[in-house]
């Protein structure tokens, strides 16, 4: 694993600054890409391939019920 995938990669992170209701759902896993680059990294990480995956943008078309 690439160190600098490590640090995209977070556990149990709240969702609540993600979305406009202020829900406080978790997200197992979380990473905020900010190039094609670290999506890269994080689409290629074990942990992730294989998974349910969100790509969340503002929030204001969400609501969380449940964490993620």
Known sequence: MNA?????IH??????P????????SAALFARV???EDLQRVLTDRRVVGGP???LG????VLFT???
């Open 4 to 8: 600098r995938t490590g640090s995209l």
């Open 18 to 25: 993600f979305n406009t209701f202020g829900v406080d759902a």
């Open 53 to 55: 995956l969100l790509v």
């Open 58 to 61: 503002g929030g204001s078309n």
């Open 34 to 36: 900010q190039s094609l």
């Open 66 to 68: 449940q964490d993620f």
């Open 11 to 16: 556990r149990d992170v709240s969702l609540r």
